[in-house]
């Protein structure tokens, strides 16, 4: 939540021990989609999606080639392969990021790593900076109504009712 509560079991170990040590954090109650793995997982699931839009996009335009060159009797196309296509997927992600990255093709989709962390974690991020700016604003209105307040006492003509 918003509050500090969640901390104040490692606060008390603190406090009851004098120096925190590497070892205590285990006390701190993490939630579930705070632990690495699931933090993880929910990026991998938007990451994948990505490289499965951006191979999409190629197999495509590889079609679309064919299609050209068959049509103008080009023949230069290459024909879409896909036995090599999943044992691309097997060989990892990152292989396969490069090899789309090296696509021929101006209208192929190219992953955005960027989209993949905005879909996995922007709503989060979104909320933070909304609650940053209430607390920046906050802040900024402090010493603002001080300075009306200041200004109201010191003049004699005000009226206090």
């Not at 509560?5 to 989609?33: A, C, F, H, N, R």
């Not at 789309?100 to 190219?110: E, G, I, K, R, V």
């Amino acid at each position: 939540g918003l509050t500090f509560g969640w901390i104040s079991p490692l606060l008390k170990v603190g406090y009851d021990k004098g120096q925190l040590e590497v070892e205590d954090l285990d006390t701190l109650p993490l939630p579930k989609d705070c632990e690495t793995i699931e933090v993880y997982n929910g990026f991998l699931k938007y990451w994948e999606e990505e490289l499965e839009k951006a191979r999409l996009s190629k197999l495509d335009d590889k079609k679309e080639d064919k299609k050209k060159g068959d049509d103008t009797a080009n023949g230069d196309a290459a024909a879409i392969d896909t036995d090599k296509d999943s044992e691309d997927e097997a060989e990892g992600l990152l292989e396969e990021q490069f090899k789309l990255d090296n696509t021929n093709s101006p209208h192929a989709y190219q992953p955005s790593l960027i989209r993949a962390l905005y879909r996995a974690f922007g709503a989060d991020f979104l909320r933070a900076g909304l609650l940053k700016l209430l607390h920046d604003s906050n802040l900024f209105v402090g010493p603002q109504v001080l300075n009306r307040l200041i200004q109201f006492l010191r003049n004699e003509d005000a009226s206090l009712g």
